[in-house]
């Protein structure tokens, strides 16, 4: 009997699989060149199934060695146009010439090629889908019920996650560490099983990286050059929660069934966004709304009814464009991760399209800022009206956004009116970040609050000498903490000394030396703005000129004889009233120093930089007396 298996079938493995059953044993395989050309190029992009087809042949070589089958390889090797043309089934016609030529059976589990083979008057064997119950996979020995994922590396133990969202540990399985023919022959197995499991899939696949899907294991295959060894990840759900065991549930309900329903879920990584989606997700279709979800990689686990859709043709415009035909009553998409992602969002929510998205945030402002960089913050509240925010597993807190006109707290009090998107916590209905246009920036800016007879109240600064001045360093801790962040930014841009003041908790005011105020400003207020928007804090930059023309006399020294010497910002002034109208010689000690006149109001007046005066405080600080006699 002569066999030519397609390239799906190579690829699958499951022509050794009848071959080690007896079905062909004895008979004789014919590899057509286009299928050795086909796995050889697939292996060069750095594609898992390339290498798996490249080792099933191995193992068919092996066999023919061992006298079980006949092995022979034929046929001619595409041509580079040809090989572009594959998608078209310029590879697949030259496949199917090699079982024409030798009028062999030809074996395939490629429908299309089937059909379009005995359209041609081939003996064609469709190999269908395997259904039914799998034989264990090998990476099943590392999992247990509290295993959240593991790590298989080369020349490196094998390690798991075990634990829930509140107590996770790293665990080392084993002391050998793993060998690169073990990695090989589970990715092998595990791409076997993602094509013939109907609850398997290859979600992604790029030179160096493989991402299967197999019911609810997500698995990143990973070899060079992509990464510096092979290695297989394997991810879990943590746990499986509906929506009735959050706390909040009851006021997530009245939203997602009222008229809220822009919602984001927000959350550093592994704090059970996911999980959440899931529960929205299958509560909102336990009540009879068709839902839909978006997701690149499919991660969700939901019930059949739910259709999970992934990125059309690469991009998720493509999903949403297919999305807005069906029109679903509700989407669930799963994560937002590029500007694209944010974009396909907002079009959607403002064709009338209910959302519920997934990002990613350590803060609740950090999702704000990856909002407002991508849209007009001015419909931000049209796009995104509620924010819920996840950590370790429990929904911390519930924000609205709503739009008013008003001049935003802790900005200078002549800062004019202008539209302000409120962001306030629900449970108490107080504000807690503002999100406002200034000098041409976006900034999302938090607001210092407390609670006063149930108003909000933001800490006023208090002026002292005429400019507002900060609380005692030993007042308030993050207030220093602060104040190194502001001067540290601040220094970024200047040579001279900074002296930073915080005055509220969303208010610094900054002296530097007057030619260093244009360049911390910047172009436009660019440079400062940018500093706003990094720390989350307004600053109020002025000239050092402006901190010193506030202060009064710095210091007066009373001197024997009724001599006075006083310092203020600029001057150094000796009152002798005795002398008034008299030439004088000045001593230190036994050391002349100068000769000046008093003038009619008993002062000689001294620059505060120059040599004489310097030379006076120093003998001052020195303890020499000072003295002057007429001339």
């Given amino acids: 009997m002569k066999i030519v298996p397609d390239t799906s079938v190579v690829i699958d493995g499951r022509i050794t699989s009848l071959i080690k059953t007896g079905e062909y044993k004895g008979a004789t395989i014919i590899i057509p ?29 092996q066999m023919s060695g061992e006298g079980i089958i006949e092995l022979r390889f034929t046929g001619e090797r595409p041509s580079l146009d040809q090989v572009k043309l594959s998608s078209g089934g310029e590879i697949d016609a030259l496949i199917r010439n090699v079982a024409i030529d030798h009028d062999a059976r030809f074996i395939t589990s490629d429908l299309v090629q089937a059909e379009v083979a005995k359209a041609k008057g081939l003996d064609v064997t469709y190999l269908r889908p395997q259904i039914g119950d799998f034989s264990p996979l090998a990476i099943d020995q590392y999992l247990d019920e509290d295993t959240v994922a593991i790590t298989l590396k080369e020349r490196a133990p094998p390690v798991a996650k075990i634990g829930q969202f509140q107590d996770t540990r790293l665990v080392t399985l084993r002391d050998a560490p793993m060998a690169e023919y073990e990695l090989k022959a589970m990715a092998q197995e595990l791409l076997e099983r993602a094509k013939r499991d109907p609850d398997g899939f290859i979600e992604l696949e790029k030179r160096g990286i493989t991402v299967v899907q197999i019911g609810s294991l997500r698995i990143s295959i990973a070899r060079r050059p992509f990464a510096d060894g092979m290695e297989i990840t394997v991810v879990r759900p943590l746990v499986d929660l509906e929506l009735d065991d959050y706390s909040m549930a009851p006021e997530i309900k009245k939203r997602i069934l009222g008229n809220r329903c822009g919602l984001l879920i927000a959350g550093p990584p592994g704090s059970g966004k996911t999980t959440l989606a899931q529960g929205l997700a299958t509560f909102l279709a336990d009540n009879n709304f068709v ?38 009553d509700y989407v669930i998409f799963d994560e937002l991760r590029k500007n694209e992602d944010f974009n396909v969002y907002a079009d959607m929510r403002l064709a009338g399209m209910n959302m519920v998205g997934v990002v990613h945030a350590m803060e609740v402002q950090d999702c704000l800022r990856r909002f407002c960089n991508r849209v007009d913050y001015s419909i931000l509240p049209q796009i995104v009206n509620t924010i819920i925010y996840v950590a370790q597993g429990t929904i911390a807190k519930i924000y609205d956004l709503d739009m008013t006109i008003k001049a935003p707290e802790g900005m200078p009090g002549d800062a004019h009116i202008r539209p302000v998107i409120v962001v306030r916590d629900h449970a108490r209905q107080e504000p807690e970040f503002e999100i406002f246009r200034y000098e041409g920036e976006t900034l999302v800016m938090p607001i210092a609050s407390k609670e006063n007879d149930g108003e909000v109240a933001v800490a006023p600064p208090e002026p002292i000498a005429g400019a507002p001045a900060a609380a005692k360093p030993g007042e308030n801790v993050s207030w220093k903490v602060a104040e190194k962040e502001v001067q540290r930014e601040i220094g970024r841009y200047t040579s001279g000394p900074v002296e930073a003041r915080i005055i ?26 940018a500093i706003v928007n990094k720390l989350g804090i307004g600053i109020d930059i002025r000239p050092r000129s402006e901190l010193e023309a506030q202060k009064p006399v710095e210091e007066e020294m009373h001197l024997a004889g ?3 010497i006083r310092l203020d910002k600029k001057q150094l002034t000796i009152v002798s009233l005795e002398n008034k109208g008299k030439i ?48």
Avoid: C, W
């Fill in 291 to 328: 839902v839909k979800t978006m997701e690149a990689p499919r991660d969700l686990q939901v019930p059949d009814h739910i259709t999970q859709y992934t990125a059309l043709e690469g991009s998720m415009a493509n999903t949403a464009e297919a999305l807005l035909l069906v029109r679903p």
């Fill in 33 to 61: 060149e286009a299928v050795v050309a086909e796995l050889e190029a697939q292996a060069n992009q750095g594609r898992e199934i390339g290498f798996s087809g490249l080792t099933e042949l191995q193992e068919l070589f």
């Fill in 562 to 564: 009724g001599i006075k």
């Fill in 504 to 529: 509220s908790d969303n208010k610094a005011v900054v002296y530097i030396d007057d030619r260093d105020v244009p360049a911390a400003i910047g172009k436009g207020g660019k440079n400062v703005l």
């Fill in 584 to 631: 004088v010689d000045v001593f230190a000690g036994k050391e002349y120093l100068f000769t000046a006149t008093v003038n009619e109001e008993g002062d000689i007046l001294l620059a505060k930089n120059s040599t004489i005066a310097q030379e006076m405080i120093k003998r001052y600080n020195e303890g020499e007396a000072l003295r002057l006699r007429p001339v």
